[in-house]
């Protein structure tokens, strides 16, 4: 058999396996029965074919971090460290200097070491200790889901851009202060204690608050020309009830003045804003998805007066309820950290918030220039009683003066 004649097979059993197809053994015995000297031919047309359609991943949109996180809720568990492997492949083409720095930042928190290494489907499956068959069928999977996957909003420059816009550290002065946050919400999810949980998620929305504004003191001063750092990034949320979740991160961002944009289909939730605003919604939208979630499934499973389970709608209903009680704190908190800055300031802050809101309303409209707003249904008044209280439980006040 030709490289072209395996070339035009892959494709077809690529989406035969990832669909899980009667007719997957088939294509899996096709491809897998030859000699040790035709098994090299198959293995250099599918890591050809995996790399081409890694590199088409990204002009469709995706990112390292989306590919991965969607991966992990459509794949098995074992061909994570395949795509890994194909990912760090087809990097090699570019020059590290071509290559957006947040994008380099996804690669290694996704462990994909560097200098970047050609894929190898005989050294991995000797890593990865598994068969030829089982090899095949890993990488034919990661081929059906790549060739699959939809359009999104491209957030950053392609690899190998001749040009890349360089991003520097939102504060870098002030890296220990996230830092900072970040305890501080990873012991209000970890603490057992409602009332020590309230006080560390107030601690860290009143760090928060004045961490953003001081930056834009810092730009109000008439020798700082206001840098354009509106950027966006995706936020992928646990499903069921994609959508209620979706509406608490949308209140953070918006309390945090950014905008989002939900594609329920995919459960992913992209925040557009200013880079350091940005950091923060993500921060804090993460930490209270966790503490909704456990104060969702504290409150039990709930059965109708017929024996009927009414757990969907109740746990719906809780979670829409907490996304608009946060909401309403955490516009107060941030409209009371506004207000506390000295009035000499305050004059000043205005033209650097305005701005910075117009360069981000700008971004959001070229990112996604067709939008729709959509409204979701109350249908389990208890549920709803139960996440107003819950969200209540969460005191996230920021009244500390903020000063220079």
């Known amino acids: 058999m030709s490289d072209e004649e395996i070339l035009r097979l892959l494709p077809i059993a690529a989406t035969i396996v990832a669909v899980r197809d009667d007719r997957a053994d088939q294509q899996l015995a096709r491809l897998g029965a030859y000699d040790e000297r035709d098994q090299a031919q198959v293995d250099r047309c599918l890591q050809g074919f995996l790399t081409a359609l890694v590199r088409a991943t990204w002009e469709r949109g995706w990112t390292p971090a989306d590919v991965v996180q969607h991966g992990r809720r459509q794949l098995d568990p074992g061909i994570e460290p395949l795509l890994l492997a194909a990912i760090s492949a087809e990097h090699k083409a570019y020059r590290h200097t071509t290559i957006d720095p947040r994008w380099l930042d996804q690669l290694t928190d996704l462990g994909v070491s560097q200098p970047f290494t050609e894929l190898s489907l005989t050294r991995w499956a000797a890593a990865a200790r598994v068969g030829r068959y089982l090899t095949l069928h890993h990488a034919l999977s990661l081929a059906g889901f790549l060739q699959a996957l939809p359009i999104l909003a491209r957030l950053y420059p392609l690899p190998g851009a001749s040009s890349v816009r360089r991003h520097a550290p939102a504060v870098p002065a002030n890296g220990k202060m996230l830092a900072r946050i970040r305890g501080l919400l990873a012991k209000a999810e970890a603490t057992e204690f409602p009332d020590e949980a309230e006080a560390l998620s107030g601690k860290a929305q009143e760090l928060m608050a004045k961490f953003s504004l001081d930056r834009a003191l810092v730009e109000a001063d008439p020798a700082v020309e206001i840098p354009d750092d509106s950027a966006a990034r995706r936020l992928w949320v646990d499903t069921p009830y994609v959508s209620a979740k979706a ?95 000295p009035e000499a300031d305050a004059d000043r802050l205005l033209p650097v918030l305005t701005k910075r809101e117009e360069q981000v ?43 220079r």
């Open 247 to 341: 509406q608490l991160v949308g209140a953070v961002a918006s309390a945090n003045r950014c905008r989002t944009v939900v594609i329920d289909q995919l459960a992913v939730v992209t925040i557009v804003g200013e880079e350091l605003d940005l950091q923060l919604t993500e921060i804090l939208s993460t930490s209270l998805l966790v503490q909704a979630n456990r104060a969702m499934l504290a409150a039990g499973k709930h059965i109708g007066r017929r024996g009927e389970s009414l757990t969907r709608s109740f746990r719906q209903s809780f979670l829409m309820a907490y996304a608009q009680r946060i909401g309403e704190r955490l516009q107060a908190a941030s409209a009371a950290t506004q207000a506390a800055v």
């Open 361 to 403: 309303d700008a971004l959001f409209t070229k990112l996604f220039p067709n939008t729709t707003t959509r409204r979701t249904r109350i249908t389990n008044g208890a549920g709803w009683e139960a996440g107003l209280t819950a969200a209540d439980q969460a005191q996230l006040d920021a009244r500390r003066q903020v000063r």
